[in-house]
């Protein structure tokens, strides 16, 4: 099997060829590279190659490879790619583990409540710290996904703009569970009109900036319709056991 250096090499290349066909600059697409069930020796590999946001979505192994890769996130000297690693929680937070997460994530991809935004501005408070959220919103309308609905985004987003300690900064979605493009398309599609709408109506502020969008077997459609956050695992660390 390629290494993790190459495969990561491999998906760069391609988002900037996505970008570039789209007349984006490559340089607005972060990479987050979905490392559940990955090995934090697998991890350090993708450091060294140059990664820095990494994505979790089961709190008790965000907080495990936190820990165990502490060093990873100290401030100072982290070789020629700079800077200290950064965790994303990009899956379903279920309330009572939000004070275990708090303290390690730097963005949380799936706010989808009040009572949820209630909690980590509890959290959040006693740590006395601010947290980059986004909205996660269905957009394909397949019942086994978390999200709001986008007519309800604009509700919880307004609602959530009391907390000063969570920064609203754009909105999530995974796409639809089919080979279908267009349909694939059409939700990524709905994601940036949603976002347009919510900043053009003012019910979010300048930083509404972000599109988290687009996985493996979809990145490149998700780049082409303004994704600014790719979370990618498989492409990166192959196909995950179990
Ligand atoms: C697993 C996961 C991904 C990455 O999926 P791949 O198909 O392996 O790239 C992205 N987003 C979320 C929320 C995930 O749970």
Do not use: Y
Request: charged letters at 25%; proline letters at 4%.
């Amino acid at each position: 099997m390629t290494g993790v250096a190459e495969r990561l090499a491999s998906v760069r290349r391609r988002i900037e060829a996505a970008a570039r066909q789209a007349g984006r600059d490559p340089a607005a697409i972060a990479l987050v590279a979905v490392s559940k069930s990955v090995e934090p020796a697998r991890i350090r590999e993708a450091f060294a190659a140059g990664q820095r946001i990494f994505g979790e979505n089961r709190v008790q192994e965000l907080v495990a490879k936190a820990e165990e890769l502490a060093e990873l996130a100290a401030p100072g000297e982290h070789g020629a790619a700079g800077g200290p690693i950064e965790w994303h929680m990009v899956g379903h937070l279920q309330r009572n583990k939000v004070r275990h997460v708090v303290r390690h994530v730097a963005m949380l991809h799936s706010l989808d409540s009040l009572r949820l935004a209630e909690e980590l501005d509890r959290q959040l408070q006693k740590l006395g710290r601010r947290l980059d959220v986004l909205v996660e919103v269905n957009t394909s309308g397949e019942p086994t996904k978390f999200g709001v609905a986008p007519e309800e985004a604009p509700a919880l987003v307004k609602a959530c703009s009391r907390f000063d300690t969570l920064r609203l900064v754009g909105l999530m979605t995974i796409g639809p569970n089919t080979s279908h493009t267009g349909a694939i398309r059409r939700a990524f599609r709905t994601l940036r009109e949603l976002r347009d709408r919510l900043r053009d109506e003012g019910l979010a502020g300048p930083e509404f900036v972000h599109l988290s969008m687009g996985m493996s077997g979809d990145f490149e459609v998700a780049v082409e319709e303004g994704a600014t956050l790719v979370r990618i695992g498989t492409a990166i660390f192959g196909p995950r056991s179990g």
